[in-house]
């Protein structure tokens, strides 16, 4: 079983920072390597989208809306990935949701396409 814990979403106003992090662990083992960590976005009411991913190769991935504002950075060491957020505006607004594409076990075990239980963020005056 991998676990997920997200945290740093909150209520912050419009052109102010917030920083998300998320943390990988595993109750049955040792986490060899986690591809692609990201993170996604639900508005109320629209779909969850992708906001920011990372490789363990380095390759980044960014919507286009948060392009120039928004970084993704990960530390494999701690099996964590961050989104930092700059430059907020209120259509940023929404659950923030953290995804692993795989996560390879020391054991070779796998799990694929796990989700954190999410955090919110709220841009407004």
């Known amino acids: 079983q991998v676990r997920l814990v997200e945290s740093g979403g909150g209520l912050v106003q419009p052109g102010g920072s917030l920083r998300l992090s998320c943390a990988s662990s595993?109750?049955?083992?040792?986490?060899?390597?986690?591809?692609?960590m990201g993170w996604y976005r639900q508005a109320p009411g629209k779909t969850r989208d992708l906001v920011a991913a990372?490789?363990?190769?380095?390759?980044?991935d960014l919507a286009d809306s948060v392009k120039g504002r928004f970084t993704v950075t990960r530390d494999n060491a701690k099996n964590t990935v961050y989104l930092q957020m700059n430059s907020l505006k209120p259509e940023d607004t929404g659950d923030y949701y953290c995804?692993?594409?795989?996560?390879?076990?020391?054991?070779?075990?796998?799990?694929?396409?796990?989700w954190g239980q999410g955090t919110p963020v709220t841009v407004s005056s």
């Open positions: 595993s109750t049955s083992g040792t986490i060899r390597s986690i591809e692609s």
């Open positions: 995804r692993v594409l795989r996560v390879t076990m020391t054991n070779w075990q796998r799990y694929l396409g796990v």
């Open positions: 990372m490789s363990n190769g380095g390759r980044v």
